[in-house]
Every structure is written in structure tokens, then in C-alpha cells.
């Protein structure tokens, strides 16, 4: 074997305390069930972008009916659950790199992940930072050897999530080399303006069904409460005795794995997932079951529906011949390569053509479809003197508009047409309630 094969056979190297301190710091201190989902999560980054990216559009949604939501999206529920916590979710969103770096910890070293939890909860207590309050209750429990410092929400039925500066709340930092991660909230935010003394609360969040995870600190693993997960996840259930988490492959998307090991283990169930994705499939989370369409399939059939009411095609899409929306330039997958030029619709070839024969052909088509329209309702509306009259008003008025706009019209003014609570089509060619690709 020669030195370049057996380099990438063999396992990244592990990280140190200092560098899991350093990448924990962020979250330790978040409540237990909290920190064991976004652990979860974190192993599925794909599925996190586009589910942060919902957040996002969705601002006023939290707690349990945003899980709710989201039901039928083919996301990890590790990953919907996180949707009742948008402060969770604006910080995953804005710190991709981050996410992948903790999903990797945690599916090499989570031994080490959870002992770096416990070191940083250790830290914050004897800096007075971390303590019981009417927003959570912390315990502090010996198991043999070791102290277990758990965070629980004081109320059950209200859940807060801290928002707090890791260079305040640990005190003196152990590792000058590795400074903590800090990844503050955005200016403006609930948070913003309490930092300065350490933790920020914002306000509580009704998330019962939504916190279904947990540790069991002594084994270093990550429990699910099956009965939580089961009434939230109605269409995605677990068996009674599916209480630890199990790694979905299929969902981890266009992000390799970092070491060897589990690259032997998971990558042909991840690449096959990741192809499922390209294809518009949506597998569902656990791996067990497909969403019917797929959202590529979905924007098609939007495309088509739009094009066959107004008669113009959508700037920066058109459908092909075998019914599948093409964009001009570099059509974009999934995994976020970019494939030259048009996609291939069930038609064959490749389009190439110019934007402008695009245009010209497209409305040439929206032209003959139209003059179809119009002769089927000229025959379905003979002998109706009013319906008569009122086509040749409404086509001397079109008429007029033509000549004095011109024949091309742009749909909402020019940059790129709106469709759908803010989606833009056109320039980056993203449809159906603003879902970013």
C-alpha cells in the first residue's frame, strides 16, 4: 500500500481536552435534554442547514408546534426537535462548521465529548456561574469516582435555554492556547444586552414532547424517552426498547466522515442516502420510509402549475421536454457541486441554448397556449352575449398594455420574480416558501 492510501485508512487524530473544552464550551451548560438532541443533531449537518434555514423563515414558531410543524419533513428528529428552541437553531445556522465539527467529536470520542461536559460544568460551578434558579435546577450526583453535574429545566413544562459567554462563565480559562469558542447571539436579540454578566435567559419555551433525549453519564451514552419521542414523532416511531441513540447514515448527507472507522461503517448507507437526495427522494428520518415527491419534484410541479395559469415561464426556469424545470448555468445538487450547464430532463440532451432562445421559445409557447385558451373559451362561451363582450374589453385593454409595455413582461419587477411568502425565482432560482438550497 502505498503512503497516500494507508494515510487516508487510518483514523483522524483525536481531540485533546483542550480542543473539546474549547469546541463544548458553547453549549455544556445547556439543559441535559437540550444538549444530548443538538449532540444528535449535529451528526446530520445537512439536515441542520435546512432546517435552521426554516427557523429562519419561520420566526414566531418554538416550542412543541414548531416540532409539530415540521412533521413531514424527511429531517433526523434529533434535528426537528431543535426547531422548539430558536436560539439553538439561529446559533447552528450561523456556525455550519462548528455543527460538523461536533457531530464528528461525537460519533469518534463521545466518551470524551460528555467527560469535556462534565470539566466545563465542573468549571462554571466553582465560578458561581452555574446554579439552580427558577429557570433550571442543577443536581450534582457521585457515580464511583466521578461527580455528574445534570441541568434539568426547573419547570417541566417550560424549558429555558441559556444564551452565555464562555470567556465569563468558566473563569479562568485552563487552555490559553485554545480559547473558547463564542458564537454571540445577533445584535438586537433578547440575549444581547445580558451578556455582559455571563448567562442571558430569554423567554421560556412550552417544549414537553420536544425533550425526549438524555445521558446516561456513567456508560457514555445518549438515552431517548421513547414515550416523549413517540407522541411528538407520530409518524416516525421507535420500538419500546430503542431506548439509546442509533446513528442514521442515510441522513448524514454530502458531509464525509472524519475517521476511518466510521467511514468503513457508515459511508455506503450515507452515499446512498446522499443519492436518494440528489434524486428528489426524501428519506424519511430513521431510514424508514420515503417521503412521497421530493422537494426538487415539488418546485417542478410549482413551476409547471404557475406556468400553465399565467402562461409565461418563470425567469431563470423553464420545463423541458420530459416535465422537469431546468436552470440556466450550473444546475445545483445537493451535496453543493455544481453540475455544468442545464439538467437533463426525461426528454434527452442537454440544453445549452442561450438565454435569449429560451425566452424567445418560451414565450412563442406561452403565445400558442394562450391563443388555445382563447379559442376553447370562445367556443365554450357562443351565445353569450355578455361573456362576449366582455373578452373583446379585456382584449382591447391587453392589447394597449402591449404596445405600450412592450411583449416581454417581467413577473414583480424585474430582479427576480416573488413567489410564495418571499421565494425568489430567478437569480438563485429558489421556489416554494422561500426554501434555500
Known amino acids: 500500500m502505498c503512503g497516500t492510501a494507508l494515510a487516508s485508512a487510518q483514523d483522524a487524530p483525536k481531540l485533546d481536552n483542550a480542543q473539546l473544552d474549547q469546541l463544548m464550551a458553547p453549549v455544556a451548560l445547556y439543559p441535559d435534554a437540550v444538549l444530548s438532541q443538538l449532540l444528535m443533531a449535529s451528526t446530520y449537518p445537512d439536515d441542520v442547514k435546512e432546517a435552521a434555514d426554516w427557523s429562519k423563515r419561520n420566526p414566531s414558531q418554538s416550542g412543541d408546534a414548531a416540532v409539530k410543524a415540521v412533521e413531514n419533513e424527511p429531517w433526523d428528529p434529533s434535528v426537528k426537535s431543535l426547531l422548539a428552541f430558536p436560539s439553538v437553531m439561529d446559533m447552528a445556522g450561523r456556525e455550519p462548521q462548528w455543527v460538523v465539527q461536533m457531530g464528528n467529536a461525537f460519533l469518534d470520542q463521545p466518551n470524551d465529548v460528555m467527560d469535556s461536559v462534565q470539566r466545563l460544568r465542573s468549571q462554571a460551578q466553582a465560578a458561581g456561574s452555574l446554579k439552580s434558579n427558577e429557570q433550571q435546577t442543577v443536581t450534582v450526583q457521585s457515580q464511583g469516582p466521578q461527580q455528574i453535574i445534570q441541568i434539568e429545566p426547573a419547570n417541566p413544562q417550560v424549558v429555558y435555554v441559556p444564551q452565555y459567554n464562555p470567556t465569563v462563565v468558566y473563569g479562568a480559562w485552563a487552555y490559553p492556547a485554545y480559547p473558547p469558542y463564542y458564537y454571540p447571539p445577533l445584535p438586537g436579540s433578547v440575549f444581547a444586552t445580558s451578556l455582559v454578566a455571563g448567562i442571558g435567559w430569554g423567554l421560556g419555551v412550552a417544549a414537553v414532547n420536544s425533550m425526549w433525549g438524555g445521558f446516561n453519564w456513567g456508560r457514555g451514552d445518549v438515552n431517548i424517552n421513547v414515550n416523549r419521542y413517540n407522541n411528538i414523532n407520530v409518524n416516525n416511531r421507535l420500538s419500546a426498547n430503542q431506548t439509546n441513540f442509533q446513528h442514521n447514515a442515510a441522513r448524514r448527507g ?46 417542478d410541479r410549482a413551476a409547471q402549475s404557475f406556468q400553465s395559469r399565467t402562461g409565461q415561464s418563470i425567469p431563470g426556469h423553464r420545463v423541458d421536454g420530459g416535465g422537469r424545470m431546468a436552470q440556466g448555468g450550473a444546475a445545483q445538487n445537493r451535496s453543493g457541486q455544481g453540475a455544468a450547464g442545464n439538467r437533463v430532463g426525461q426528454g434527452g440532451g442537454q440544453a445549452r441554448e442561450s438565454a435569449a432562445s429560451r425566452q424567445n421559445r ?47 413582461r417581467s413577473f414583480s419587477g424585474g430582479g427576480g420574480a416573488r413567489m410564495g411568502g418571499g421565494a425568489r425565482a430567478g437569480g438563485g432560482g429558489h421556489m416554494g416558501g422561500g426554501r434555500r438550497r
Do not use: E, M, W
Request: net charge positive; charged share 25%; proline share 2%.
Open 362 to 408: 418560451d414565450r412563442a409557447s406561452a403565445q400558442a397556449r394562450s391563443r388555445a385558451a382563447n379559442h376553447d373559451n370562445a367556443f365554450r362561451d357562443a351565445g353569450n352575449g355578455a361573456k362576449v363582450r366582455q373578452q373583446a374589453q379585456r382584449g382591447n385593454i391587453q392589447h394597449a398594455s402591449a404596445q405600450r409595455g412592450g411583449a416581454n
Open 254 to 299: 454530502s458531509t464525509p466522515y472524519n475517521s476511518a472507522s466510521n467511514r468503513n461503517r457508515f459511508d455506503a448507507q450515507r452515499q446512498s442516502g446522499l443519492a436518494n437526495r440528489d434524486r428528489g427522494g426524501g428519506n424519511l428520518a430513521g431510514g424508514r420510509g420515503a417521503a412521497p415527491g421530493g422537494r426538487d419534484a415539488a418546485r
